[in-house]
């Protein structure tokens, strides 16, 4: 079992002052900061192997982020880093195409029913960017519908009302982002289907998209209420909009065919990052082939990037597909869910702390508060974030590393072993004892 952590570590701490001179807040992304728990050092990483990772003071944690989702194999898996180390001998990037972009363009169009046709980007971003220009350049209308704690990056038109590290911190939408910018982003409820009709009703003909995570994985974990998909995409159908998948964290995550395969609701755009470049910066946008041929050079919607389909990506996103396409390693990562959500639960009633998890394959939620289920932003935002950031600071104590945030979700990789677990559920005990003195 992990041994108490003496927090920040003088490394950790050392480096974080030295980032703070160079780079805002000593961080390359908000979300890992330590501003929504209260504060101080984040601990800065020397390597993982597995589901640890272990900090520049050498303190190990059992890691629940996983670099935000990409590491489902576990970190440093053999065949993925084999694969890059190979690719690197041959040269890192070359600005023309290469065989490898094909095979996982193959690989994803096998394993994804709705998608025939991919473009790959850098980043998630990028992705649900380019789904948003493609939808309105596809349709010919410029109205695009979100969800309230929706995040799909930071796209000026998407951030707005806006889940993750922009909820955490405070700021739904963003100084910077022009009104006339987000003039045509409507925003409607997550799982209430009747403010999407209301939308529609007002601005159907004019709706290009509807762009919704099919698990919300940005307000911590919210699973669509049954109904809630197969709305959106009666909607979307009804009144000629693209339904639009942000599978960007759910992609390969809820299913091996993503999220629309476990729910069984077909989108007409996918958009993907995290897992499919397996931890390198990867992002892709699929779809129908009459859909795609709109993007240059086939057609007129203008997409471009210069690293896009970078081979050391595509080398780190085939070695993570392949291993996972068959299902085996969705089938041995479910039973290690439930066991964490059964027990985080009990220990949580045995310190008599409101608590609950929410999960969909292999990602799951934990909320503060006497609920039975949180469905939408509102409720997620109404759950006792003090408590979560006193357990968050009492499972780093005690080597587990949690995202720094109450409106994230966790990720169980295949690496998650009894071990790893059971150094969970040691931390957790001692984690719900000190939330629930209020340390
Ligand atoms: P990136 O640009 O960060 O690769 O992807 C943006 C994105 C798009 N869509 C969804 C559903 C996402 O979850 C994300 C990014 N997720 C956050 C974690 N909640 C990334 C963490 C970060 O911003 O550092």
Redesign the pocket.
Known sequence: MAASHARPGPQSQQWFERAQRFTPGGV?????AFNGVGGGAPVFIDHAKGAWITDVDGNRYVDYVGS??PMILGHADAQVVEAVQNQAAKGLSFGAPTGLEVQLAELITDMVDSIESVRMVN??????MTAVRLARGYTGRKKILKFAG?????VDALLVNA???ALTLGIPGSPGVPESVVADTLVATYNDLASVEEAFAQHGDDIACVMV?PVA??MNCIPPVPGFLEGLRDQCTKHGALLVF?????GFRVHPGCAQAHFGVTPDVT?L??IVGGGM?V?AVGASKAVMETLAPTGPVYQAGTLSGHPLGMAAGIATLEQIRDGSVHEQIAPRVETLRRELKARADHHGVPFMTQAAGAMFGMFFTESEAVTRFDEAAACDLDAFSRFFHGMLDNGVYL?PAA???AFVSRAHDDEAIEATLAAADKAFAAAAAGD
Do not use: I, Q
């Open positions: 390359n992304s908000p979300a890992r935000f989702g980043s998630g971003t990028e992705a649900a929706n995040y799909h990056g930071h889940g993750s590290g995570e994985g940005n942000d599978e960007v964290m759910t958009a990052g995290k910066p992002g995202a409106f994230e979700a």
